[in-house]
């Protein structure tokens, strides 16, 4: 007689057929959600207190600061070169510091897919699927991967700080992610060290520093205290289309570009390349863009960005033209397209600025009449008199006879 | 890619800056700073440029003073390979002179300057000038890429009294002096 141990030695090669055919094996489906910026959308910079400057910065986006006290709250801005505009205790800055807090809040609502518990973890070295990740504090000293697609999501929930150390710590996407859709939720203080690079929007609770020259790819928010900037380059405000995915079943390597959806499919061999014929600027927030041509594909990818290379927006299209709204007010939008299968993305074609074409400036007012009332008027009246006076002294003439 | 780097004076009240130019447009002249001043010493013009974005109805922004100029901040500085767009009224709501009353006597040849934020100064020779419908496609007008132009624009034509515009617009071309 068999004893158990041997009879589930004998059954083990039919057991594992069964979990990696009926999907026991499958790694476990992580999700995590981009929360809704609302009117901080804009905004490359929140702070509660104020925005200190040093140094050649530049900001891409607003900047806005709230509650902050009597303005200006922010100094140091005459070497920033800014692509949005400051709001420094406004109503706007009020907007957006409390939909910061809606958004800080919907990342803290959020369950843990990992958590590394009460330690601080290096993030260097980890290739990440997406997901929510936790941990007492963390700390990046290298480079991080996340390995996933342009619209998968990574939120990292500090219980209390996120530091960034030497200038080799960096974050690099495998798989076409999106700095829009990575998210650092802090407690307390966020640091950038000098030289360092991080992507993402980070919500601090109480104060974000970037030391000399350090890079962000996406947004430095701050609740009770300041935002420090020396000589950094704060860029990918905004991301309007809203990012909500589950990671891949596995964490294996997803091929470059694939869009979502593409639980089952099979890629073609995608041959066109679009050409983007046109563009024209629709209002201060919208552009409209087309393309083409037709080779067979009307499925098409878009990114949009506020530079060449930022493709912070994007959203896929069925046709040939498309119009982009709730853009950050008159900036130069470049845009890119690429043909898609839904399965994978062919090349993109050559960027262009959008909307460099608006129309005729109106520069002229109505003109005023130019009827001459005012002498008619006047020779109306001095003719009234004179009949009057001939009048009255042909009656006296008559009256002395 | 970077962007190049410009200085905004600090204010008190917050005040939207400028965009930032893409330096994939490659610049050919030291001289492409953010415009601040216009020259046009035949018609005595000297004006103060202020950057314009667009309306509400994707027309592009004109400062409410009628002798200021505005530059569209959305194409090109001018000095850049490109187009730069430089806009300024034919008269105010009293009926009198706007900065660009006179802009129709400009003749190809005659000289116009643009002052950047950096204190240099671009010479620029106007080549033509065309009067268009108010609504033309205007892509050859602030999007053309074959040269260092400057365009100047201002109304013309009739009063459309259901459009509140005049009919026309006049355009000045002028190129980068070599």
């Given at each position: 007689?068999?004893?158990?141990?041997?009879m589930?030695?004998?059954?083990?090669?039919?057991?594992?057929?069964?979990?990696?055919?009926?999907g026991?094996l499958a790694?476990?489906?992580?999700?995590?959600?981009?929360?809704?910026?609302?009117?901080?959308?804009?905004?490359?910079?929140?702070?509660?207190?104020?925005?200190?400057?040093?140094?050649?910065?530049?900001?891409?986006?607003?900047?806005?600061?709230?509650p902050g006290?009597?303005?200006?709250?922010?100094?140091?801005?005459?070497?920033?070169?800014?692509?949005?505009?400051i709001?420094d205790?406004?109503?706007?800055?009020?907007?957006?510091q409390?939909?910061?807090?809606?958004?800080?809040?919907?990342?803290?609502?959020?369950?843990?897919?990992?958590?590394?518990?009460?330690?601080?973890?290096?993030?260097?070295?980890?290739?990440?699927?997406?997901?929510?990740?936790?941990?007492?504090?963390?700390?990046?000293?290298?480079?991080?991967?996340?390995?996933?697609?342009?619209?998968?999501?990574?939120?990292?929930?500090?219980?209390?700080?996120?530091?960034?150390?030497?200038?080799t710590?960096?974050?690099?996407?495998?798989?076409?992610?999106?700095?829009?859709?990575?998210?650092?939720?802090?407690?307390?203080?966020?640091?950038?060290?000098?030289?360092?690079s991080?992507?993402?929007?980070?919500?601090?609770?109480?104060?974000?520093?970037l030391?000399?020259?350090?890079?962000l790819?996406?947004?430095?928010?701050?609740?009770?205290a300041?935002?420090?900037?020396?000589?950094?380059?704060?860029?990918?405000?905004?991301?309007?289309?809203?990012?909500?995915?589950?990671?891949?079943?596995?964490?294996?390597?997803?091929?470059?570009?694939?869009?979502?959806?593409?639980s089952?499919?099979?890629?073609?061999d995608i041959?066109?390349?679009?050409?983007?014929?046109?563009?024209?600027?629709?209002?201060?927030?919208?552009?409209?863009?087309?393309?083409?041509p037709?080779?067979?594909?009307?499925?098409?990818?878009?990114?949009?960005?506020?530079?060449?290379?930022k493709?912070?927006?994007?959203?896929?299209?069925?046709?040939?033209?498309?119009?982009?709204?709730?853009?950050?007010?008159?900036?130069p939008?470049?845009?890119?397209?690429?043909?898609?299968?839904?399965?994978?993305?062919g090349?993109?074609?050559?960027?262009?600025?959008?909307?460099?074409?608006?129309?005729?400036?109106?520069?002229g007012?109505?003109?005023?009449?130019?009827?001459?009332?005012?002498?008619?008027?006047?020779l109306?009246?001095?003719?009234?008199a004179?009949?009057?006076?001939?009048?009255?002294?042909?009656?006296?003439?008559?009256?002395?006879? | 890619?970077?962007?190049?780097?410009?200085?905004?004076?600090?204010?008190?009240?917050p005040?939207?800056?400028?965009?930032p130019?893409?330096?994939?447009?490659?610049?050919?002249?030291?001289?492409?700073g953010?415009?601040?001043?216009?020259?046009?010493?035949?018609?005595?013009?000297?004006?103060?440029?202020?950057?314009?974005?667009?309306?509400?109805?994707?027309s592009?922004?004109?400062?409410?003073?009628?002798?200021?100029?505005g530059?569209?901040?959305?194409?090109?500085?001018?000095?850049?390979?490109?187009?730069?767009?430089?806009?300024?009224?034919?008269?105010?709501?009293?009926?009198?002179?706007?900065?660009?009353?006179?802009?129709?006597s400009?003749?190809?040849?005659?000289?116009?300057?643009?002052?950047?934020?950096?204190?240099n100064?671009?010479?620029?020779?106007?080549?033509?000038?065309?009067?268009?419908?108010?609504?033309v496609?205007?892509?050859?007008?602030?999007?053309?890429?074959?040269?260092?132009?400057?365009?100047?624009?201002?109304?013309?034509?009739?009063?459309?009294?259901?459009?509140q515009?005049?009919?026309?617009?006049?355009?000045?071309?002028?190129?980068?002096m070599?």
């Amino acid at each position: 007689m068999k004893t158990p141990g041997k009879m589930w030695f004998a059954l083990l090669p039919v057991v594992i057929w069964a979990m990696t055919h009926m999907g026991w094996l499958a790694a476990p489906v992580y999700a995590a959600s981009s929360p809704s910026l609302g009117s901080a959308v804009s905004y490359s910079v929140i702070a509660g207190s104020a925005v200190t400057n040093t140094g050649t910065t530049t900001i891409s986006g607003d900047v806005g600061i709230s509650p902050g006290t009597t303005p200006p709250n922010y100094t140091g801005f005459g070497s920033v070169t800014l692509g949005g505009t400051i709001h420094d205790a406004d109503t706007q800055a009020d907007s957006a510091q409390t939909d910061r807090g809606t958004a800080y809040s919907a990342l803290a609502a959020q369950g843990c897919d990992t958590d590394y518990g009460a330690v601080i973890t290096d993030l260097a070295g980890k290739n990440l699927v997406p997901g929510v990740y936790c941990s007492d504090a963390f700390l990046l000293t290298g480079t991080l991967t996340l390995n996933g697609g342009p619209t998968d999501v990574w939120i990292f929930k500090a219980a209390s700080s996120l530091t960034t150390t030497g200038s080799t710590a960096n974050v690099v996407f495998s798989g076409g992610g999106n700095a829009c859709n990575v998210w650092w939720y802090v407690p307390s203080t966020a640091s950038l060290d000098a030289g360092s690079s991080l992507v993402g929007t980070i919500i601090a609770d109480t104060s974000v520093t970037l030391a000399t020259g350090a890079s962000l790819d996406g947004r430095a928010f701050a609740h009770t205290a300041e935002v420090t900037l020396d000589g950094n380059s704060i860029t990918g405000s905004t991301c309007n289309i809203p990012a909500s995915a589950s990671s891949p079943e596995s964490d294996s390597n997803q091929s470059s570009g694939s869009v979502e959806g593409d639980s089952v499919c099979t890629a073609t061999d995608i041959k066109t390349v679009p050409i983007i014929i046109d563009t024209k600027r629709l209002s201060p927030t919208s552009v409209s863009v087309n393309w083409g041509p037709y080779e067979g594909i009307d499925t098409f990818v878009v990114e949009y960005g506020l530079a060449d290379g930022k493709w912070d927006y994007n959203t896929k299209v069925t046709g040939f033209s498309t119009n982009l709204n709730d853009l950050p007010a008159n900036q130069p939008i470049w845009i890119h397209v690429a043909a898609t299968d839904n399965c994978a993305i062919g090349q993109y074609s050559a960027a262009v600025v959008a909307g460099n074409s608006p129309g005729m400036p109106d520069t002229g007012f109505a003109p005023k009449s130019t009827f001459p009332w005012l002498p008619i008027l006047s020779l109306g009246l001095v003719v009234s008199a004179l009949f009057f006076l001939t009048h009255q002294i042909k009656r006296l003439v008559t009256f002395k006879r | 890619m970077g962007i190049s780097k410009e200085v905004h004076a600090q204010a008190p009240t917050p005040t939207p800056s400028l965009a930032p130019i893409p330096d994939s447009v490659p610049s050919i002249s030291p001289f492409h700073g953010v415009p601040v001043r216009l020259m046009i010493p035949l018609l005595h013009t000297n004006a103060t440029i202020l950057p314009m974005g667009v309306t509400e109805d994707g027309s592009m922004q004109v400062p409410d003073s009628i002798t200021d100029v505005g530059w569209y901040k959305l194409g090109a500085r001018p000095g850049q390979t490109g187009t730069a767009v430089i806009a300024g009224h034919v008269d105010g709501k009293n009926g009198e002179d706007g900065v660009f009353a006179q802009l129709k006597s400009l003749k190809p040849g005659a000289a116009i300057g643009v002052e950047d934020a950096f204190g240099n100064i671009g010479a620029f020779i106007v080549k033509d000038s065309k009067t268009y419908d108010q609504s033309v496609d205007t892509s050859k007008i602030f999007a053309s890429q074959d040269g260092t132009h400057l365009n100047l624009i201002t109304c013309e034509g009739a009063w459309d009294q259901t459009k509140q515009t005049y009919t026309k617009r006049l355009v000045v071309f002028a190129d980068l002096m070599r």
